[in-house]
């Protein structure tokens, strides 16, 4: 029998959830039991207009936030893929990174009229460039580019785009689309599922014009997280950008590499061991 309500909406309530890192009891409140919670987010079942006002009460979020996530939920089903390729990013992975190139590239051949199955091949080609060290085909920032310019209002994948290419974007279109989406915190702040994203975005930035060596616009960025002031639910973006302060400190003063030290030692005590261990690697080599 067709089912008379929509499965997605429990599933969008699941993707909150989880992101939101909250358990099924802290959901219901015992207003109702857990089990209909959980078959409700597997779409198994529907729950009165009541009940799921109660849940967007516990999980703090609105009406319209939930709606924007719900009509956005195809970024959702990729989300395995966003953080696979994060992690991969992090442990130096190649043969997945290699594993998602070769994916994006096939589904790019034979769905040529999908924009985003080309821009996933290019991010992921940019992502093993990052990791080996390498350059970008100039052709492929530029087809980038010439998207972001497309799009009046960045979503979250295009936030994403930005954060993972723009380290081989050319110092004046950093500085255009920094400022763009500057411009645009508020807007993107109001949406809890988009805050990290945001955030590790501008830490990139930060770190991008370090490495260029300009320390005026890196100053500029690391000012406005401070003003941001992020939150205890971020634990590792706020010794991110303690540990950037510590690097700037380095390029400007000629300061000690003392405090860029004891952020990775942090790091490494509180079990963010591939993170650490990266930053020991750049502090060696800078």
Not at 161 to 181: Q, T
Not at 242 to 255: C, D, P, V
Request: with cysteine.
């Amino acid at each position: 029998m067709e089912k008379s309500f929509d499965p997605k909406i429990g599933q969008t309530m699941l993707f909150v959830r989880k992101n939101k890192q909250l358990k099924l009891r802290e959901m219901t409140g015992g207003l109702f039991t857990e089990s209909q919670l959980s078959k409700f987010e597997k779409g198994e079942t529907d729950i009165t207009v009541g009940k799921f006002f109660k849940l967007l009460e516990h999980a703090n979020i609105y009406l319209d936030e939930f709606q924007h996530v719900y009509n956005d939920y195809i970024l959702a089903e990729t989300m395995e893929f966003h953080q696979e390729l994060a992690q991969a990013y992090q442990k130096r992975d190649l043969m997945t990174l290699q594993k998602w190139l070769f994916f994006w590239k096939d589904k790019a051949k034979y769905e040529p009229d999908l924009i985003g199955n080309k821009i996933n091949e290019i991010v992921v080609s940019s992502v093993i460039s990052a990791v080996k060290g390498s350059v970008v085909f100039k052709e492929n920032i530029t087809f980038l580019m010439d998207y972001l310019d497309n799009v009046k209002e960045w979503g979250r994948f295009e936030i994403w785009i930005f954060g993972n290419c723009l380290r081989f974007f050319d110092e004046e279109a950093l500085k255009y689309y920094a400022g763009y989406l500057l411009g645009r915190t508020n807007f993107y702040w109001n949406m809890h599922l988009n805050k990290q994203l945001v955030i590790g975005t501008y830490l990139n930035i930060i770190d991008a014009f370090l490495k260029k060596g300009n320390l005026i616009f890196a100053k500029k960025y690391i000012n406005y997280l401070n003003e941001l002031e992020i939150g205890p639910n971020f634990f590792y973006e706020k010794i991110t950008l303690t540990y950037h302060r510590a690097h700037y400190q380095f390029l400007q003063h000629k300061a000690s590499k003392q405090g860029m030290i004891n952020c990775a030692k942090t790091l490494e005590q509180y079990g963010f061991l591939i993170e650490s261990r990266i930053l020991f690697e750049e502090i060696d080599k800078i």
